[in-house]
């Protein structure tokens, strides 16, 4: 029963991820929003902070991201370089969050540590892949500099969100965690439930 709920609430929050790529990312971009990607990559380091706080297991970060490229792939018409990116995003903090956030109960310099590589090497990581190696058009034009604005500028905005945002998802993860425990068999209806009502939205408004 718990390797369900916790699958059922690790697909809840890859799906709540993915909404907001779909509401905010297309009103961010259509608006020319200034660094829209950093305010879609604070809210992604928020629920990665709360699903960690819930599932604190290798690989689980990776299943949130991935969840949330299937939701925008399926629900939106996506650049496919979004898509990268957010994959990115959540396989980086995975590998971070791994190393340093293993037994984390509260604010501590290793979730502060967590945040800053996971920002600036998910943002490396993309760039440097959709420049160099996938060679995608837009960010071949833009060469090295574009390159090093998105890890520097991008990077560093996306950092000061994720130092904030992570101990506080993680603080209320585990609260959750443990609220959860408490009745399961509730717990992973809601996340079921949160899933049926959240790949619904995402049909209607994609």
Request: include cysteine; charge should be positive; charged fraction near 10%.
């Amino acid at each position: 029963m718990k390797d369900i709920k916790n699958w059922a609430w690790l697909l809840a929050f890859g799906s709540l991820w993915g909404i907001m790529e779909v509401i905010g990312g297309e009103a961010f971009f259509k608006n020319n929003v200034p660094h829209a990607s950093v305010w879609l990559s604070a809210w992604a380091f928020f629920i990665m902070g709360v699903a960690r706080g819930v599932v604190n297991k290798p690989g689980t970060s990776t299943a949130v991201g991935a969840t949330a490229a299937l939701f925008k792939l399926v629900n939106a018409s996506p650049y496919y370089c979004h898509l990268l990116g957010i994959f990115f995003l959540g396989m980086v903090f995975d590998i971070a969050a791994t190393l340093w956030m293993k037994s984390e109960k509260k604010y501590s310099l290793r979730t502060v540590l967590t945040g800053i590589v996971s920002a600036y090497g998910g943002y490396a990581l993309f760039a440097t892949v959709i420049t160099y190696i996938i060679r995608y058009r837009p960010w071949v034009a833009g060469g090295t500099p574009k390159v090093l604005h998105h890890i520097f500028v991008g990077g560093s905005f996306a950092a000061l969100a994720a130092v904030v945002l992570i101990p506080l998802g993680l603080m209320i993860g585990i609260n959750s965690e443990a609220a959860s425990d408490r009745s399961p068999r509730w717990a992973t209806a809601g996340a079921l439930v949160a899933l049926v009502v959240l790949w619904t939205l995402g049909r209607i408004i994609g």
